[in-house]
């Protein structure tokens, strides 16, 4: 899918949880984009916040950075 798609979606997403103030806001797109947004879907945008992130609301790069992989 094109990034530019994905950042549409996660910034609708973002919107709507934008009610919840900017510390409920990013876990609960977090959990969103866990439980509907199948993996390859999760790898490209965090691909895409990890080259600049072009267009994501401060919400979703807070809620990608709760995605992240662990560091061993």
């Given at each position: 899918?094109?990034?530019?798609?994905?950042?549409?979606?996660?910034?609708?997403i973002a919107d709507f949880f934008h009610a919840?103030?900017?510390?409920?806001?990013?876990?609960?797109?977090?959990?969103?984009?866990?439980?509907?947004?199948?993996?390859?879907?999760?790898?490209?945008?965090?691909?895409?916040?990890?080259?600049?992130?072009?267009?994501?609301?401060?919400?979703?790069?807070?809620?990608?950075?709760?995605?992240?992989?662990?560091?061993?």
């Amino acid at each position: 899918m094109r990034p530019e798609k994905l950042v549409m979606m996660a910034n609708q997403i973002a919107d709507f949880f934008h009610a919840q103030g900017a510390a409920g806001a990013a876990p609960s797109i977090a959990d969103h984009l866990r439980k509907f947004w199948d993996p390859g879907m999760r790898a490209e945008i965090l691909a895409h916040a990890h080259r600049g992130g072009e267009g994501l609301k401060p919400s979703v790069v807070a809620a990608l950075k709760l995605l992240e992989p662990a560091a061993p």
